[in-house]
């Protein structure tokens, strides 16, 4: 369902002029990606579905913002990175409709249906993310929020930005037992799976 | 004069959608003797189970063909009255769409109703009590701060409070009745929850996109709203009961 964009498009235009600018925005957009997925380390750390994520100001290009899943911490369900992220900005920053166009988030996970819908309403640049979101992705997993006709402002989401390593994040907290979970699953045999995953020091 | 009528859940807004099989005629005196055949050795209509083997007609020409029958199998009974026009199939309402709200339920619901309906607003009960409510706050500047965030919100920092107290253990659902003194029930280990699971929502509008999937992760039981919108979660998606997601709740759409 996601175009691996990423590795086609500097591929493509290797040794022309145009691949010197492609492939530096490309390297700025897995320089941004990376840093999101700091915030998800952070929150395996803690516990926390690894889930990170930073706002850049387009024109600067300047991490304005960052935040990582706290829902285990808050006892709220709906602290996702990108909530807590927007938060930030909003108390602050002071951020307006006028600046969060100009400003992309990158996502180690496609935005959930709900944070889809709240980017909407907020009103983002654009949307870069990690590994698709099977079970509750609101940019085309599940539903399509970011180009419906619903509240808010329709934006461009793009997926496979180093989704490999947010694959492997989330397998790491999974593979724990999530005692926060209703019916807490016993898992001492289960296994980390590496080998379909094209991560570095695995 | 109040309604609560229950929004029909994904499954019950299918349109007919057929696909085709294989059929062969008989004759009428075959049919117990070809039953039991296909009954032993014919591999189970898998996925189309609803599908009857027989359908009824009188011009017999002994050829085999392809029949369309509908894929899905009929939830409600207008679908069915609909679907076994196509081909005959069994119709068994879900005991789970059956819910008639008893009296004092209703009683409960209409009070809650009365409280929100002139008010831009959010309440949250539990075992008939209200725990939370909270009024839309996007005028201050943030447009996320909607009553049904604000809403969930305020039930997750009571619940950090009290864990913070110290007085309770994560318990799944109530083992036992809760006390019936209101303070002794509130320090009860039975109170507990995971975030709002099982909780009824009152909304004076219908949820947004956004606020409809907080629900979803907050694990409501009920919702109920008065004032509908198009680009509502429930409206424009079925959120209540889009099949992909892990969890569902039942929504109703009230006038007073």
């Given at each position: 369902?996601?175009?691996?964009?990423?590795?086609?498009?500097?591929?493509?235009?290797?040794?022309?002029?145009?691949?010197?600018?492609?492939?530096?925005?490309?390297?700025?957009?897995?320089?941004?990606?990376?840093?999101?997925?700091?915030?998800?380390?952070?929150?395996?750390?803690?516990?926390?579905?690894?889930?990170?994520?930073?706002?850049?100001?387009?024109?600067?290009?300047?991490?304005?913002?960052?935040?990582?899943?706290?829902?285990?911490?808050?006892?709220?369900?709906?602290?996702?990175?990108?909530?807590?992220?927007?938060?930030?900005?909003?108390?602050?920053?002071?951020?307006?409709?006028?600046?969060?166009?100009?400003?992309?988030?990158?996502?180690?996970?496609?935005?959930?249906?709900?944070?889809?819908?709240?980017?909407?309403?907020?009103?983002?640049?654009?949307?870069?993310?990690?590994?698709?979101?099977?079970?509750?992705?609101?940019?085309?997993?599940?539903?399509?929020?970011?180009?419906?006709?619903?509240?808010?402002?329709?934006?461009?989401?793009?997926?496979?930005?180093?989704?490999?390593?947010?694959?492997?994040?989330?397998?790491?907290?999974?593979?724990?037992?999530?005692?926060?979970?209703?019916?807490?699953?016993?898992?001492?045999?289960?296994?980390?799976?590496?080998?379909?995953?094209?991560?570095?020091?695995? | 004069?109040?309604?609560?009528?229950?929004?029909?859940?994904?499954?019950?807004?299918?349109?007919?959608?057929?696909?085709?099989?294989?059929?062969?005629?008989?004759?009428?005196?075959?049919?117990?003797?070809?039953?039991?055949?296909?009954?032993?050795?014919?591999?189970?209509?898998?996925?189309?189970?609803?599908?009857?083997?027989?359908?009824?007609?009188?011009?017999?020409?002994?050829?085999?063909?392809?029949?369309?029958?509908?894929?899905?199998?009929?939830?409600?009974?207008?679908?069915?009255?609909?679907?076994?026009?196509?081909?005959?199939?069994?119709?068994?309402?879900?005991?789970?769409?059956?819910?008639?709200?008893?009296?004092?339920?209703?009683?409960?619901?209409?009070k809650c109703l009365e409280e929100i309906k002139d008010a831009k607003m959010v309440v949250?009960?539990?075992?008939?009590?209200?725990?939370?409510?909270?009024?839309?706050?996007?005028?201050?500047?943030?447009?996320?701060?909607?009553?049904?965030?604000?809403?969930?919100?305020?039930?997750?920092?009571?619940?950090?409070?009290?864990?913070?107290?110290?007085?309770?253990?994560?318990?799944?659902?109530?083992?036992?009745?809760?006390?019936?003194?209101?303070?002794?029930?509130?320090?009860?280990?039975?109170?507990?929850?995971?975030?709002?699971?099982?909780?009824?929502?009152?909304?004076?509008?219908?949820?947004?996109?956004?606020?409809?999937?907080?629900?979803?992760?907050?694990?409501?039981?009920?919702?109920?709203?008065?004032?509908?919108?198009?680009?509502?979660?429930?409206?424009?998606?079925?959120?209540?009961?889009?099949?992909?997601?892990?969890?569902?709740?039942?929504?109703?759409?009230?006038?007073?």
């Amino acid at each position: 369902m996601f175009t691996d964009s990423v590795s086609q498009e500097s591929q493509d235009f290797q040794g022309s002029q145009e691949c010197l600018e492609s492939q530096e925005t490309h390297a700025q957009r897995l320089t941004h990606m990376r840093q999101a997925l700091n915030m998800a380390q952070e929150a395996l750390q803690n516990n926390e579905v690894p889930v990170g994520c930073v706002f850049i100001h387009h024109p600067t290009n300047k991490q304005v913002s960052q935040g990582r899943n706290e829902t285990n911490l808050s006892k709220n369900g709906t602290r996702h990175a990108e909530m807590v992220a927007i938060d930030l900005m909003i108390h602050h920053l002071k951020y307006t409709r006028e600046q969060f166009a100009e400003t992309d988030l990158y996502v180690t996970v496609e935005p959930c249906i709900m944070c889809a819908a709240a980017l909407r309403l907020v009103g983002v640049g654009r949307v870069f993310f990690g590994c698709g979101n099977e079970r509750f992705g609101g940019c085309g997993s599940v539903l399509g929020v970011h180009q419906a006709v619903v509240d808010g402002s329709e934006y461009v989401a793009e997926g496979g930005f180093l989704k490999d390593e947010a694959v492997l994040l989330l397998r790491q907290f999974y593979i724990k037992e999530n005692t926060e979970a209703p019916q807490p699953r016993k898992k001492a045999n289960r296994v980390l799976k590496t080998e379909d995953l094209n991560v570095e020091d695995k | 004069m109040c309604t609560i009528d229950r929004v029909p859940i994904e499954e019950e807004l299918q349109k007919l959608t057929t696909e085709d099989v294989f059929t062969a005629e008989i004759t009428a005196k075959q049919t117990s003797e070809i039953l039991h055949f296909a009954a032993k050795h014919l591999p189970k209509l898998e996925g189309i189970e609803h599908v009857k083997r027989i359908l009824q007609h009188h011009n017999v020409s002994l050829e085999i063909a392809r029949s369309p029958v509908p894929v899905k199998p009929p939830y409600t009974k207008e679908q069915f009255d609909e679907w076994k026009l196509i081909w005959p199939v069994s119709f068994r309402p879900l005991t789970k769409l059956r819910i008639e709200l008893e009296d004092e339920d209703r009683r409960f619901i209409v009070k809650c109703l009365e409280e929100i309906k002139d008010a831009k607003m959010v309440v949250m009960a539990k075992h008939s009590e209200v725990i939370a409510r909270a009024r839309d706050g996007t005028a201050g500047g943030h447009p996320l701060k909607h009553a049904a965030m604000c809403c969930i919100a305020l039930v997750a920092d009571m619940e950090v409070e009290r864990r913070r107290a110290g007085v309770l253990v994560p318990l799944k659902r109530p083992a036992s009745p809760l006390p019936q003194d209101p303070e002794e029930r509130e320090k009860s280990p039975q109170a507990m929850g995971y975030l709002c699971e099982g909780m009824d929502v009152f909304s004076t509008k219908e949820p947004c996109v956004m606020c409809c999937m907080a629900l979803v992760h907050s694990r409501i039981g009920r919702l109920f709203f008065l004032e509908e919108s198009k680009s509502g979660g429930i409206s424009y998606y079925s959120m209540h009961s889009l099949k992909a997601l892990n969890h569902h709740f039942t929504a109703y759409k009230c006038s007073m």
